[in-house]
T-cell receptor, first 109, second 117 residues
């Protein structure tokens, strides 16, 4: 079967760095997305990786290792507004989008 | 980015009635649409995936006779909650993808807050 694993919840301190991991077992791979969702709002796109390596976008970076079935989202200089859920989604061989359950990130002052 | 419009944003209905939620892709053709449910302080729970013109694929534990999904055109999908009960009260969100390429991201609607009284 297809499976996306991410931690259910993480806590970090304002100003610090946090890494949210995502591991996947899917039938094929055609890319991986990260989305951010604030409570009561719709998710918004953060990043897309299809090749191995690190993609940096300001305070947020996303890493992919296809051989390990692994990705992480790195958030630097954490701000209170980064408190949200972070969703990992993988595109499988049929170009279907497989969603993880999301990681709730709590930022403490 | 592309726009997905979801309507209504809030609905209150009586127990036993049915409620229809619409999800429209306004400036692209959505080959695939997803319906999610979210309880307070919990992550999104995927309910079903639908491709235009075919039956929706429901996730395990989701009653397809209770949550009717219709994806009749490339710009519209509907979710009907039939014979609603208070436990169906939740936040429902749709999302749509405009193609089958690996880099085709999903765009989300604004969500519908359903309250069954």
């Amino acid at each position: 079967g297809q499976n996306i694993d991410q931690p259910t919840e993480m806590t970090a301190t304002e100003g610090a760095i946090v890494q949210i991991n995502c591991t996947y077992q899917t039938s094929g791979f055609n890319g991986l997305f990260w989305y951010q969702q604030h409570a009561g709002e719709a998710p918004t796109f953060l990043s897309y990786n299809v090749l191995d390596g690190l993609e940096e976008k300001g305070r947020f970076s996303s890493f992919l290792s296809r051989s390990k079935g692994y990705s992480y989202l790195l958030l630097k200089e954490l701000q209170m507004k980064d408190s949200a859920s972070y969703l990992c989604a993988v595109v499988d061989s049929n170009y279907q989008l497989i969603w993880g359950a999301g990681t709730k990130l709590i930022i403490k002052p | 980015g592309a726009v997905v419009s979801q309507h209504p944003s809030r609905v209150i209905c009586k127990s036993g009635t049915s409620v229809k939620i619409e999800c429209r892709s306004l400036d692209f053709q959505a080959t695939t649409m997803f319906w999610y449910r979210q309880f307070p302080k919990k992550s999104l729970m995927l309910m079903a995936t639908s491709n235009e013109g075919s039956k929706a694929t429901y996730e395990q534990g989701v009653e397809k006779d209770k949550f009717l999904i219709n994806h009749a055109s490339l710009t519209l999908s509907t979710l009907t909650v039939t014979s609603a009960h208070p436990e169906d009260s939740s936040f429902y969100i749709c999302s749509a993808r405009g193609g089958l390429g690996g880099d085709t991201e999903a765009f989300f609607g604004q969500g519908t807050r359903l309250t069954v009284v």
